[in-house]
DNA sequence: CTAATCAGCGTCTTATAGACGCAATTAAAG
DNA sequence: CTTTAATTGCGTCTATAAGACGCTGATTAG
């Protein structure tokens, strides 16, 4: 095949030691510059490279070559700025989130949708932060802003914390699965319906409910709104759980 | 690092040959065996080799070579049973999901509850599906099962083809996001709690919201239910979108 | 002014996927 | 029962990446 990407600070078993080392590179002390010359650039014009190349060519493109060329200087010279690739991926990944949108006011239901919605938002306008998202990762600093954004939207509903956690959790993994699917349909080449179809139609026999949805779906035309589909209904099944205590 | 895996048939931008690849073999025409000497094993020995080997060392110590090894083969021996990794990854992927619970008795509820749960003990069963469920995937005769199941599930609900078909996704993210939340949690290094409280501690002023969470949801212990948690809320959603019509 | 540091980076090593082609094998065709 | 064509196993070679190591030269603390 070819695309691979694969960067995963979550190393089938790896030592302990590269994971620390995306906690130090995402949650920097003091810098201490001392004595030798000066660096060539900052680590986030590292970053700003890596990015911008994964926006116009993909993850796949990212390699350390690459951002070196692109900022013109020798791959091995980055390895001053991060310690590996996981590093550099975590930073991307990090950078791209952004800062969360800071609603003090309205309810919860308001105020979780905005956060949604913008997480969305966010992610769909760079869908490589999708290979990002795999495995267990060391959350950056913006990240956490996000977490606590959304833990503060949900402070006045009667939610316990692990309670609030996991609605957040939900909202978070409906975005990822939403621009998942939604960047498999723009995709000219295997998108959803490229590659169904032909399977569909050569055993509509074996799968006839499939067929005939996706046929209805089809004709209704109500179509790349499973987002706010998802979404809708998640809140509504909170909200239900909060009126029940309420 | 060292992890990668990458296997991905979405591949940053290939050719599309790979992915009708991974179509051909995961649905096959009729096998038509003919002149040459009879191979030494089937498709099934290479999978099921492919899948040991998943489940005892994680995804990334499949490799071709491994697995070759496994069967004590030569490495270039499996390229006469699949045309890439791709195409072994997808064939695992579909092997592990297994095919669906085929309940045709209960309410959509109850149907889509046991549907959403298989699906959750089978993917915590074999964590490296995580990782083969990234990106736009062709999918294979189980996958589609599954989706059969799930739309034949809410035959009775009042909801369009689009909906049902966005509630399975909606269902099976949630599944795909609680399995590697869990998977996070259980690994020993690096694990959700591990990596969070060096940084939340340190950073408590900056997250005071998400740090009471996460004590009040330690000290009450009512923990890795989320995926129950989740799917309660999902359900009741769907439930009341349900009510408004019915 | 001298020495401790630190940046840039050339070179080499180590995976891993996969292309190609050859030789042995076996069933179909004569 | 040969001939022949398809088909398998697989050795060899290439391409792509990440990253280890150590040297050179810049820069500044003392």
Do not use: C
Request: proline share 6%.
């Amino acid at each position: 095949m070819g695309g691979t990407t694969g960067v995963d600070q979550t190393a089938g078993a790896d030592r302990a030691g590269s994971s620390s080392g995306v906690a130090a590179v995402l949650w920097p002390g003091e810098p201490r510059r001392k004595r030798g010359p000066r660096p060539k650039f900052s680590l986030d014009d590292v970053v700003d490279a890596a990015i911008a190349i994964a926006d116009a060519e993909g993850l796949s493109a990212v390699t350390m070559q690459r951002v070196a060329d692109e900022l013109g200087s020798a791959k091995m010279a980055l390895y001053r700025y991060v310690p590996g690739k996981a590093e550099l991926a975590a930073l991307m990944l990090d950078r791209a989130l952004g800062l969360p949108p800071t609603n003090t006011s309205g309810r919860w239901r308001r105020r979780l949708r905005s956060w949604t919605v913008t997480m969305h938002e966010r992610m769909s306008a760079r869908p490589w932060t999708l290979e990002l998202t795999v495995g267990r990762r060391t959350p950056g600093p913006h990240e956490l802003a996000w977490l606590e954004q959304g833990v503060a939207a949900l402070r006045s509903a009667p939610l316990d914390g692990a309670e609030r956690l996991d609605t957040l959790a939900l909202l978070a993994n409906h975005v990822r699965g939403s621009v998942e699917q939604a960047a498999a349909i723009d995709q000219p080449e295997t998108s959803l319906a490229e590659s169904l179809e032909p399977i569909l139609t050569a055993h509509a026999d074996r799968f006839p409910q499939t067929v005939a949805a996706f046929t209805e779906a089809a004709a209704t035309g109500r179509r790349d709104d499973a987002f706010s589909f998802g979404l809708d209904r998640i809140l509504d099944g909170v909200a239900a759980l909060i009126a029940r205590r309420g």
